[in-house]
C-alpha cells in the first residue's frame, strides 16, 4: 500500500510539473484585462506563461478583433520561482522598448527598473472616444525612473515619477500640423498621481495641473492659440471649450472633474 502510494503521488507531481511547464501564454491575457479594467489585453499571445510573447492590444474592436496599441511584440521570461512567491521577470520589445526592463518582487510587491517606451501617437484611436475621432498623429515617449509597486485588494499603488513627452503632435481636426510638442509629469504617491501639463513649443499652447486618482481624474488647465495662430486655431479652440478673456488674450479652459 506505502508503494503504491508513493507511485501515485510521483504520478501526480509529474503531471502537475508537467501541467505548470506548460502552462499558455493566453492565462496572462484575462490578468491584464482585470488589472486594467478592460481597457488593455495580449492579443495573439504564443508561447507559455514562462517564455511567451504578445502584443498589447485595446478593447476589441468591430467582429470583437483586438487593435495593437504599441508596436512590435513583447516577449517575457519568468521565473519559475513565481510559484514559491518570487517573482523575476524580464519584458523585451525592440520596437518600443529602449531596453529590457526587469521586474523583480514578491506576489503582492514589485520593483520595475527605470525604462523607456516609445510608440507613435497614432496608436491611441484604438482606445476608443474621443481620440478615435480626434486621430492623433506625432510620436509619445514614456520615461519612468524605478517603480515601486504595491497590490491592494482592489488596486495597485504606485511610488515614482513618469514623464510623458508628446512631440510633434497632431490632428485630424487641426488646421496646421504639427500643433506642438507637450510634456507631462506624473508623480505617483500610492493610488494618487500628482501631473503637470506644460507646452514645450507649437501653435497650440496648453498648460494645467490636476491629479489621477483611482483611476478618476481631475484637471484644470487652459489652452490658446500662440501669437500670430489666433485666427487659424479659432475653429479648432471653439470645439474644445468656452472662451475666456485673461490678462487680455482669449483661452480656453479646460476642466476634468
Do not use: H
Not at 96 to 104: D, F, K, N
Amino acid at each position: 500500500m506505502k508503494r503504491l502510494l508513493a507511485w501515485s503521488a510521483l504520478v501526480v507531481l509529474a503531471v502537475l510539473v508537467t501541467v505548470l511547464a506548460f502552462l499558455p501564454a493566453s492565462w496572462l491575457g484575462p490578468m491584464v484585462e482585470r488589472q486594467t479594467g478592460g481597457r488593455l489585453t495580449l492579443g495573439d499571445a504564443q508561447g507559455t506563461l514562462w517564455n511567451g510573447s504578445a502584443f498589447i492590444g485595446g478593447a476589441p474592436g468591430e467582429g470583437g478583433a483586438v487593435t495593437p496599441l504599441l508596436p512590435g511584440r513583447f516577449a517575457w521570461r519568468l521565473s519559475p520561482l513565481v510559484l514559491f512567491g518570487s517573482v523575476s521577470m524580464t519584458v523585451e520589445n525592440p520596437q518600443a522598448l529602449a531596453g529590457p526592463v526587469r521586474i523583480e518582487g514578491s506576489w503582492s510587491q514589485w520593483q520595475v527598473s527605470s525604462g523607456e517606451l516609445l510608440l507613435p501617437a497614432e496608436g491611441l484611436a484604438g482606445l476608443g472616444a474621443p481620440l478615435n475621432t480626434l486621430a492623433p498623429t506625432g510620436s509619445i515617449r514614456l520615461v519612468w525612473n524605478t517603480l515601486d509597486l504595491l497590490r491592494q485588494p482592489n488596486s495597485v499603488t504606485v511610488q515614482g515619477r513618469t514623464v510623458l513627452s508628446l512631440t510633434d503632435m497632431g490632428s485630424r481636426m487641426a488646421p496646421i500640423r504639427p500643433l506642438g510638442s507637450y510634456e507631462m509629469v506624473f508623480d505617483w504617491r500610492g493610488s494618487q498621481a500628482d501631473l503637470n501639463l506644460r507646452t514645450v513649443r507649437g501653435a497650440l499652447v496648453l498648460s494645467g495641473a490636476g491629479a489621477l486618482q483611482n483611476g478618476r481624474l481631475r484637471f484644470s488647465g487652459q489652452a490658446s492659440a500662440a501669437d500670430g495662430y489666433e485666427e487659424t486655431l479659432g475653429n479648432m479652440l471653439n470645439l474644445l471649450g468656452q472662451r475666456r478673456m485673461v490678462n487680455g488674450k482669449n483661452i480656453i479652459a479646460l476642466e476634468f472633474r
